[in-house]
């Protein structure tokens, strides 16, 4: 999954890569292994190339804060970017299948089968690392399919939406 992020100003373009708590993130062509354990509500153990940090993560408009222990980072992200990868290449014919990115949670279920849409339009919001995204519809059509519901796990590569 790919984003652009300002980080105290910079403009940085992050991916990030991998599942179940191991992940590679790449930072402007520069990758950092990351371990990552929930150690409760809004709170997450790092392992970053071999160091350890206790982080909060607070969600906010455009982005979120990362309280350290002595330190609060704000990260904004583009709408563009908001969990929204770069939609598929449209197909020449037939559906277009939206898939998930990455592993994470469905929070919440956009459209329904049968529902018109418009290229980009959000379909589903699915939460990853502890960050929602709202991934997004790769061309106008009709909802053919919503095989996914809300507060479902899914891996990476799951059927998430088909419009055709």
Known sequence: MRFDATVEGRSLRVEVRGKDGRYTVTIDGRPVDVDLEETGRDFVSLLIDGRSYEVGLEARDGGYTVVLADDAVHVDLADASRGAAAPPPKPASGPARLTAPMPG??????????????AGQGLVVMEAMKMENELRSPRAGRVREIPVREGQVVEAGALLALVE
Request: cysteine-free.
């Open 105 to 118: 949670r469905l929070v919440r279920v956009l459209v329904e089968a049968g529902q018109q849409v418009a």
